[in-house]
């Protein structure tokens, strides 16, 4: 597959999330594309920037020869192809375009209008989104790179990070196992204001082992939610009857080390409490507020929120994959 052509003067290398045109996949991949639609819907997501695939394109142009991309490319899944292609992208320095582009997104993303001195620093998710992640045909869940509690001035090692997982040993097996390709790949990043969870939790409403309709599957823990996703922690699983809203199944999680926002950098500490995570009336909120999601998608979702102990923030939504 030919290598897709830049457009710079037509796509910016950086775009605010949830404003102007709209981003679709092809612009700010799965992730991106997906919070910007919940943001034009109204829904509560921290702010957000994209850096786009066109961002993307620009810096691998810059990092090997065309023919010699080509030439990478077209021996995937080939170990030596793959290490290749990452050496050869990390090596390169950032185009200073790209560069610049992602230092003003960030900047402008920091500012929230109150003086810097008045509040604590902020910290940030990066997030990669490559153009058919978080989509109907696979999900690519935890394959790519994701990084939380970054500085401002942390961002672009982030952002490289995230662009060099696109060709990441667990990614390309993945492609190669389901039969997607493995050529004219693109990955835009998401980098989105960390919200402070007092708590987080992974929703499906459609169960994801059972495959039923009728029952919506919960989990939460305290905090951070990367200790759960990453299958760290022992969340609280609840199980919830879609007609009624009725809790119909509740499993403690087990007490361990957690993830907290402070002082714009992410902590640690033991969690010793067995108390359920989530209140009654937070579970029914955001069993409401999944299964809205799922109407306005059109079909089963799967979503990642933090509860602030006010309010649910929406993280991300994607369509309830089998892979």
């Given at each position: 597959m030919p290598i897709p052509a830049i457009h710079s003067r037509v796509q910016s290398l950086v775009l605010r999330v949830g404003a102007g045109s709209p981003?679709?996949?092809?612009?700010?991949g799965g992730?991106?594309?997906?919070?910007?639609?919940?943001?034009?819907?109204?829904?509560?997501?921290?702010?957000?920037?994209c850096i786009t695939?066109?961002?993307?394109?620009?810096?691998?142009?810059?990092a090997l020869e065309p023919d010699r991309l080509r030439a990478l490319l077209a021996a995937l899944p080939d170990a030596q192809a793959r290490a290749a292609i990452v050496e050869a992208f990390e090596e390169a320095p950032t185009a200073p375009d790209v560069r610049v582009a992602i230092e003003r997104g960030v900047r402008a993303l920091d500012d929230r209008g109150s003086p810097r001195n008045a509040r604590e620093p902020t910290a940030f998710a990066v997030r990669s989104s490559a153009l058919d992640e978080d989509g109907a045909v696979a999900s690519f869940a935890g394959l790519h790179e994701t990084e939380l509690g970054r500085t401002a001035d942390e961002i672009e090692p982030a952002?490289?990070?995230?662009?060099?997982?696109?060709?990441?040993?667990?990614?390309?097996?993945?492609?190669a196992r389901?039969?997607?390709?493995?050529?004219?790949?693109?990955?835009?990043?998401?980098?989105?204001?960390?919200?402070?969870?007092?708590?987080?939790?992974?929703?499906?409403t459609r169960h994801p082992v059972s495959g039923r309709d009728d029952r919506i599957l919960l989990t939460a823990i305290r905090g951070l939610g990367e200790p759960m996703v990453s299958g760290d922690a022992t969340p609280d699983t609840i199980v919830v009857d879609r007609a009624s809203r009725a809790i119909v199944e509740r499993t403690a999680g087990r007490p361990g080390q957690r993830q907290f926002v402070e002082g714009g950098r992410i902590v640690e500490r033991a969690d010793p409490s067995t108390a359920p995570v989530l209140t009654d009336p937070a579970?029914?909120?955001?069993?409401?507020?999944?299964?809205?999601?799922?109407?306005?998608?059109?079909?089963p979702v799967d979503i990642e929120a933090a509860w602030t102990g006010a309010a649910w923030m929406l993280l991300q939504s994607r369509p309830v994959t089998t892979a």
């Open positions: 981003l679709g996949a092809d612009v700010a992730k991106g594309a997906s919070l910007d639609r919940l943001m034009r819907l109204g829904w509560n997501v921290p702010p957000a920037i695939a066109d961002a993307f394109r620009h810096q691998l142009a810059s952002v490289r990070r995230c662009w060099a997982s696109l060709w990441s040993i667990p990614a390309i097996a993945y492609r389901r039969g997607l390709p493995l050529d004219g790949l693109a990955m835009a990043v998401v980098v989105q204001v960390l919200a402070a969870a007092a708590a987080s939790a992974v929703i499906f579970i029914a909120e955001l069993v409401d507020l999944a299964i809205a999601i799922e109407t306005a998608a059109g079909g």
